[in-house]
C-alpha cells in the first residue's frame, strides 16, 4: 500500500471515528424512551430521552414525558392524565433502594433486567393501571418505538446528505457512518 493511501485510509478512518463518536453521543441522547422502566428516580420511563439542555434524564424531561404519554394515550384510547399517573406509578414502583456508591465496581452494582424483561415489566404495569391489555400496550409501545427509531433514521440520514453536500463527508463516508449506526456500533441502540 502507497503512503497516500495509508494517508488517506487514516485520514477517513479518523474523521470517521470523529464523526461517529458525536453521533454516538446525539444517538445515546435520542436513545429510546420506551423500552424500559429504568431504574433512574426519574417520573416515566422516557427518563432515558434527553431534556431540554441536551442532558440524559435531568431537568427539561417533562416535554418528552407528556410526548410518550400522549402517544400512549392516542395508541390505547386512554385519558393522557391517567397514562401520565400509571407511568409515574411505574417508574416509582421500579425505582431501586438505594443508589451505588461513587467508587463502586460494575460487579458491585446491581443487575439490571434484560430489555426484553424490562419492556414486558413495563407492558403489565401500565396494563395493569390502564385497565387495558397487555399485548395492547406491548403493540403500542412497540408502535411509538418503531415511530421513533424511524425519525431518528431520517434525521441522520438528512444530516449526513447535508455533510456530503457541503464537502464535508464523502458518499462513501457518509454510508460507513449509516451502516455502522444500523450495526450498532455507533449510535445508541
Known amino acids: 500500500m502507497s503512503r497516500s493511501t495509508k494517508v488517506a485510509v487514516a485520514s477517513t478512518a479518523a474523521g470517521l471515528l470523529a464523526l461517529g463518536g458525536g453521533l454516538s453521543i446525539a444517538g445515546q441522547a435520542a436513545a429510546d424512551p420506551t423500552t424500559t422502566p429504568s431504574s433512574s428516580p426519574s417520573a416515566s420511563p422516557s427518563a432515558q430521552g ?13 416535554a418528552h414525558d407528556s410526548d410518550l404519554a400522549k402517544q400512549l394515550a392516542e395508541k390505547l384510547g386512554v385519558d393522557q392524565a391517567k397514562v401520565t399517573e400509571a407511568l409515574q406509578a411505574v417508574r416509582e414502583a421500579n425505582k431501586p433502594t438505594s443508589r451505588p456508591s461513587t467508587g463502586a465496581s460494575p460487579s458491585e452494582r446491581p443487575n439490571r433486567p434484560d430489555p426484553a424483561t424490562r419492556d414486558a415489566t413495563l407492558a ?5 393501571k390502564l385497565g387495558v391489555t397487555e399485548a395492547t400496550v406491548t403493540k403500542a409501545l412497540e408502535e411509538i418505538r418503531a415511530e421513533r427509531q424511524s425519525d431518528r433514521a431520517a ?9 456530503v453536500k457541503a464537502g464535508t463527508l464523502t458518499q462513501a463516508e457518509a454510508d460507513a457512518v449509516t451502516k455502522a449506526v444500523e450495526k450498532g456500533v455507533i449510535g445508541g441502540r
Not at 434527553?50 to 417533562?62: A, N, Q, Y
Open 50 to 62: 434527553t431534556g431540554k439542555d441536551g442532558r440524559r434524564g435531568g431537568p427539561g424531561r417533562g
Open 155 to 163: 434525521a441522520l440520514k438528512s444530516r449526513l446528505d447535508e455533510a
Open 124 to 128: 403489565k404495569q401500565l396494563a395493569e
